[in-house]
């Protein structure tokens, strides 16, 4: 059974910045692609950022360039860390991972979330 538990949201000003985390249990977490997702009130789920098992990383275009996702396989432990946060960042943000499969295809696991509110 894999658990993600995100920590690290809460209430920022504009122009601020934060750092997400997560914690991997229940996994081998460094054969796991990560990802941080997520998703604004009646908005669809969307992308923000990955990193691979190998550290190749992914960022969408909204956040590119003040966003930077790392991982550290020690801890078990992904992170999103977030610069110049505007009012369009707030969001709940969900963990991801993707398990590699015995047979191939990876299987899918989501953390809770965790809601980040960017006041103006």
């Known amino acids: 059974h894999v658990d993600l538990v995100e920590s690290g949201g809460g209430l920022v000003q504009a122009g601020g910045s934060l750092t997400l985390s997560c914690v991997a249990s229940?996994?081998?977490?460094?054969?796991?692609?990560m990802g941080w997702y997520r998703q604004a009130p009646g908005k669809q789920r969307e992308l923000v950022a990955t990193?691979?098992?190998?550290?190749?990383?992914n960022y969408a275009d909204s956040v590119k360039g003040r966003s930077t996702i790392s991982r550290d396989n020690a801890k078990d432990a992904v992170y999103l860390h977030m610069n110049s946060l505007n009012p369009d960042d707030t969001a709940v943000y969900y963990c991801?991972?993707?398990?590699?499969?015995w047979g191939g295809g990876t299987l899918d696991f989501w953390g809770q979330g965790i809601q980040v509110t960017v006041s103006s």
């Open positions: 990193i691979t098992s190998e550290g190749t990383t």
């Open positions: 991801r991972a993707e398990e590699p499969a």
């Open positions: 229940g996994t081998i977490f460094d054969r796991d692609a």
